[in-house]
Nanobody, 120 residues
């Protein structure tokens, strides 16, 4: 059974950092894109950051660019999201995602989510 399990969420003050981790099990994703999405109450799920299979191609939503950094350790089948300079509007449930198809930037496998709350 393929699983993505997020960890590292919590409560942080505005301006502070937080690091999310997502461990994958059941298969390897070394040839697949992985990414992070988020969903705030009453809003649709939105893209945050993605990283390609070679770890050299990362891309970000404009609203996190320069503050968040995505990385991956293919040997550990894990993807990370370093979040710096957090803002209250970053509060949301953060979901890890991966693509089932290799070498394309699509996401159809999801974790259960981890809550991030940024206090002002």
């Amino acid at each position: 059974q393929v699983q993505l399990v997020e960890s590292g969420g919590g409560l942080v003050q505005a301006g502070g950092p937080l690091r999310l981790s997502c461990g994958a099990s059941g298969r390897t994703f070394s040839s697949n894109a992985m990414g992070w999405f988020r969903q705030a109450p009453g809003k649709e799920r939105e893209f945050v950051a993605g990283i390609g299979w070679n770890s050299g191609s990362a891309y970000y939503a404009d609203y996190v660019k320069g503050r968040f950094t995505i990385s991956r350790d293919s040997a550990k089948n894990t993807v990370y999201l370093q979040m710096d300079s957090l803002r209250p509007e970053d509060s949301a449930v953060y979901y890890c995602a991966a693509g089932s198809r290799p070498l394309v930037y699509t996401y159809d496998i999801w974790g259960q989510g981890t809550q991030v709350t940024v206090s002002s």
